[in-house]
């Protein structure tokens, strides 16, 4: 088949380059020349294990179009998903889909035969009911069909999450369109219950509702990580015997740093908006958003009391600055709170990430990248692991760290307490 990615950011990124590798043409299409040009010359402006290698091997064999034409894009293809931004507006919970808007007003004007429009970016109920008026004429003709195809792509595991998905959802009333879709994603679905076809605004649902819901759990386990830290208890065994049950499962039920990333924080805001338009009290979810944003808080303030209430002049290490390893994504990261604070305050900071210096640090005063993790900790007061990458699961801190009086305060809990303390390393960690 012939489709059209309108958007190279993450999701139309890779949602392009791994259908193109099923063997579809793609063409991905962008405002952003310099982007396209790099792409174009195999470069990918983010960090996602595999996928350049994939992205070059389609590109070769000239499946993979990368071009700022919407029109040829649009004309040449059958479905066209719209996989844009919809970032949280200013002073607001809202979704901002003033790009959505934009692309369904463009592509109207190109589409002289039937087309599948979907929606692939994440946007609030009814969004799609707003795309199909935008194109009434098209439908009237019925040379259009508006779907929701939400995607569910983890951030250092999107390459798998896309050939082995836990689900497919196709939001669509039209028999035509789902039959179409299920030809396209049958390579990959496996089982007939991977693939559910519902209602658009059911599908525009169902990804605010398992984001809600996961976001729920990452909260739900650190405020309990609380409560263990001032009981004596170990919060990695109430995890295991929470997710032994089936009903509940184990994964996101690590205690460690606020949620973050690019799905999260905004899906949880847009939802609760959404609740808001239709009169509707979403409890738990607003109090999810309120806890996870006091735990940016709440973990600086246990920083400055293992300091003894002293940050001037300490030196603080940070291991990893992105909201999660396997990605360079940095929307929403507990570190863009923690080290500007530390750094107002008079600490001095280094930090290693494997994807490299941050913009969002560059002009902080007192704040230093630095390129290698011996370097980053070679004098610290303190070693924040912020970020699980693999690189600092097996660390000798005692070779590293010359300041023979250092702490480390593992966010991750990677390390073991009571090898720390055979080791006489002060260890701090989340609810142990």
Same mark, same amino acid.
């Given at each position: 088949?012939?489709?059209?990615?309108?958007?190279?950011?993450?999701?139309?990124?890779?949602?392009?380059?791994?259908?193109?590798?099923?063997?579809?043409?793609?063409?991905?299409?962008?405002?952003?020349?310099?982007?396209?040009?790099?792409?174009?010359?195999?470069?990918?402006?983010?960090?996602?294990?595999?996928?350049?290698?994939?992205?070059?091997?389609?590109?070769?064999?000239?499946?993979?179009?990368?071009?700022?034409?919407?029109?040829?894009?649009?004309?040449?293809?059958?479905?066209?998903?719209?996989?844009?931004?919809?970032?949280?507006?200013?002073?607001?919970?809202?979704?901002?889909?003033?790009?959505?808007?934009?692309?369904?007003?463009?592509?109207?004007?190109?589409?002289?035969?039937?087309?599948?429009?979907?929606?692939? #970016?994440?946007?609030?109920? %009814? !969004?799609?009911?707003?795309?199909?008026?935008? =194109?009434?004429? /098209?439908?009237? +003709?019925?040379? @259009?069909?508006?779907?929701?195809?939400?995607?569910?792509?983890?951030?250092?595991?999107?390459?798998?999450?896309?050939?082995?998905?836990?689900?497919?959802?196709?939001?669509?009333?039209?028999?035509?369109?789902?039959?179409?879709?299920?030809?396209?994603?049958?390579?990959?679905?496996?089982?007939?219950?991977?693939?559910?076809?519902?209602?658009?605004?059911?599908?525009?649902?169902?990804?605010?509702? #398992?984001?809600?819901?996961? %976001? !729920?759990?990452?909260?739900?386990?650190?405020? =309990?990580?609380? /409560?263990?830290? +001032?009981?004596? @208890?170990?919060?990695?065994?109430?995890?295991?015997?929470?997710?032994?049950?089936?009903?509940?499962?184990?994964?996101?039920?690590?205690?460690?740093?606020?949620?973050?990333?690019?799905?999260?924080?905004?899906?949880?805001?847009?939802?609760?908006?959404?609740?808001?338009?239709?009169?509707?009290?979403?409890?738990?979810?607003?109090?999810?958003?309120?806890?996870?944003?006091?735990?940016?808080?709440?973990?600086?303030?246990?920083?400055?009391?293992?300091?003894?209430?002293?940050?001037?002049?300490?030196?603080?290490?940070?291991?990893?600055?992105?909201?999660?390893?396997?990605?360079?994504?940095?929307?929403?990261?507990?570190?863009?709170?923690?080290?500007?604070?530390?750094?107002?305050?008079?600490?001095?900071?280094?930090?290693?990430?494997?994807?490299?210096?941050?913009?969002?640090?560059?002009?902080?005063?007192?704040?230093?990248?630095?390129?290698?993790?011996?370097?980053?900790?070679?004098?610290?007061?303190?070693?924040?692991?912020?970020?699980?990458?693999?690189?600092?699961?097996?660390?000798?801190?005692?070779?590293?760290?010359?300041?023979?009086?250092?702490?480390?305060?593992?966010?991750?809990?990677?390390?073991?307490?009571?090898?720390?303390?055979?080791?006489?390393?002060?260890?701090?960690?989340?609810?142990?």
């Amino acid at each position: 088949m012939k489709l059209c990615m309108i958007g190279t950011g993450y999701v139309g990124l890779v949602s392009g380059v791994c259908f193109s590798d099923l063997g579809n043409t793609v063409y991905c299409v962008d405002k952003d020349r310099e982007k396209i040009d790099l792409l174009n010359k195999g470069i990918i402006p983010i960090y996602e294990p595999g996928l350049e290698e994939i992205l070059r091997r389609n590109y070769k064999q000239k499946r993979l179009i990368f071009t700022t034409d919407l029109k040829f894009a649009v004309q040449k293809s059958d479905i066209v998903f719209i996989c844009v931004g919809t970032p949280t507006k200013k002073n607001s919970n809202s979704a901002d889909l003033k790009y959505v808007f934009q692309v369904a007003n463009e592509i109207k004007k190109y589409i002289s035969k039937y087309k599948i429009i979907i929606t692939k #970016s994440t946007v609030p109920v %009814a !969004t799609g009911d707003k795309i199909e008026k935008i =194109l009434q004429k /098209l439908k009237k +003709k019925k040379i @259009v069909d508006v779907v929701s195809n939400p995607e569910f792509l983890r951030e250092g595991e999107a390459i798998k999450d896309f050939v082995s998905p836990d689900r497919v959802i196709i939001g669509t009333a039209s028999d035509k369109a789902n039959k179409i879709l299920k030809s396209l994603y049958l390579p990959i679905v496996k089982k007939t219950s991977r693939y559910l076809r519902t209602s658009r605004r059911g599908a525009e649902l169902i990804k605010y509702a #398992s984001n809600g819901f996961l %976001a !729920t759990k990452i909260t739900f386990i650190n405020e =309990l990580a609380n /409560l263990c830290e +001032k009981t004596g @208890v170990d919060i990695k065994d109430i995890s295991v015997g929470m997710g032994s049950d089936e009903r509940i499962g184990e994964r996101f039920l690590r205690a460690g740093p606020a949620y973050g990333g690019s799905c999260f924080p905004k899906d949880t805001r847009a939802l609760l908006d959404t609740a808001k338009q239709f009169s509707t009290n979403l409890s738990i979810v607003n109090s999810v958003i309120n806890s996870n944003e006091k735990r940016k808080l709440l973990l600086t303030k246990r920083v400055k009391k293992i300091l003894k209430n002293n940050f001037k002049n300490k030196k603080i290490t940070f291991l990893g600055v992105t909201f999660k390893p396997n990605t360079d994504d940095m929307r929403e990261a507990s570190s863009l709170f923690m080290i500007p604070y530390f750094a107002k305050r008079g600490s001095i900071i280094n930090y290693f990430d494997p994807t490299g210096s941050k913009k969002e640090f560059s002009k902080i005063k007192r704040v230093f990248y630095k390129s290698d993790i011996k370097s980053a900790c070679y004098n610290a007061d303190i070693v924040i692991i912020h970020t699980e990458w693999n690189e600092f699961k097996f660390l000798n801190f005692k070779n590293l760290i010359k300041n023979k009086n250092f702490k480390i305060f593992d966010l991750r809990n990677i390390y073991s307490p009571n090898k720390m303390k055979k080791n006489n390393i002060s260890y701090h960690a989340i609810g142990r």
